[in-house]
């Protein structure tokens, strides 16, 4: 089991670069402490498809 650290240091965020808002934060993982990177991972592999459609659709569409 891992040992928590007592140390009061607040985390920093690895996206934003300030202080981590924990309970507050859509992919931080209070059974893990730390952000859950694969959330974000995850997340971009359903966005990829999406934003490809939306680019194919606007190259069909005539520029005037």
Known sequence: MRKK???NKPKICPLLDENCIQNGCAIYNEMLER???S???YN???LA???K???DAESRI???
């Open 62 to 64: 005539p520029r005037q």
């Open 53 to 55: 459609q939306n680019l």
């Open 5 to 7: 650290s007592n140390d």
């Open 49 to 51: 498809p999406a934003t």
């Open 44 to 46: 971009l592999f359903l």
């Open 39 to 41: 959330l974000l991972a």
């Open 35 to 37: 952000c859950e990177i």
